[in-house]
C-alpha cells in the first residue's frame, strides 16, 4: 500500500529495517591468493599439453618476478571490485582532500570491512568470504590469460562471473529485493 510522505524504509528484509549492525573483516591473505593463482596456472598450462609450451611457459610463470607486477595489479582492482559488489555493508563517506593515487599497492591482507546486520549468519560469512577469494583467483588468471592466451581466458571470466552470482545472491538476500510503491497517477 501506498502512502504520501512515507518516512519507512521501503525494503522487505527485516535485516534491512534494523539498525543493528556489527563489524566484520573479511581478510585474503596475499600469499593464500598468490598460492592459487600460481597453483591453477600451473595445472592449467599443463592441460594444453607439449603442443602449447611457449604459451604454457608464460602462463606458469606468473607469479615470477616482473609479472606478479600484472598480478598485483589486478588484485588491486579486484579487490575494490569486491568492496564496491559490496557496497550496502561497506559504503563509506568521502574523506574531504583525500587524495588517490595510483601507485601500486602490495599489501600483505586484502582486507573487506564491513557492517552487517545482526541477523546475517556466520555462516553465510564463511561463504561469502570463500567466494570472494575464488573471485579474486579467477579474475587475476582470466586477466592474464586475455593477454597471454586469449582462447582459455573464457574459462576463468565464467568461473569469476559463476563466483560474482554467488557473490550478489548473498547480498540481495540478506539486504533484501526493494519494493517499490506503486503510483496511483
Known amino acids: 500500500m501506498y502512502h504520501i510522505g512515507c518516512n519507512e524504509d521501503c525494503y522487505n528484509s527485516d535485516a534491512v529495517n534494523s539498525r543493528e549492525t556489527k563489524k566484520v ?10 598460492y592459487d593463482i600460481k597453483n591453477y596456472a600451473f595445472i592449467e598450462g599443463h592441460v ?8 604454457q611457459h608464460t602462463l606458469v ?3 615470477e618476478e616482473g609479472n ?11 579487490h575494490a571490485a569486491v568492496v564496491e559488489m559490496l557496497y550496502p555493508y561497506t559504503k563509506q563517506e568521502p ?16 582486507k573487506v570491512i564491513m557492517k552487517v546486520p545482526v541477523t546475517m549468519s556466520r555462516t553465510t ?5 570463500r567466494l570472494i577469494h575464488e573471485f579474486m583467483v579467477a579474475r587475476v588468471i582470466y586477466d ?10 573464457r574459462n576463468w571470466l565464467d568461473k569469476a562471473m559463476e563466483a560474482q552470482e554467488e557473490i550478489n545472491s548473498i547480498k540481495s538476500t540478506r539486504t533484501g529485493v526493494l519494493r517499490r510503491p506503486s503510483h496511483p497517477f
Not at 599439453?49 to 604459451?55: K, L, T, Y
Not at 606478479?68 to 579486484?78: C, F, H, S, T
Open 95 to 110: 574523506v574531504e582532500d583525500e587524495v588517490i593515487c595510483d601507485h601500486m599497492w602490495v599489501p600483505d591482507d586484502y
Open 125 to 129: 560469512l564463511h561463504l561469502l568470504n
Open 144 to 153: 592474464w590469460l586475455s593477454i597471454t592466451h586469449p582462447e582459455a581466458a
Open 48 to 55: 594444453w599439453g607439449e603442443e602449447n609450451q611457449h604459451a
Open 61 to 63: 610463470e606468473i607469479g
Open 68 to 78: 606478479v607486477d600484472r598480478v598485483n595489479r589486478i588484485l588491486g582492482v579486484v
Open 25 to 34: 573483516t573479511l581478510v585474503f591473505h596475499r600469499e593464500q591468493l598468490l
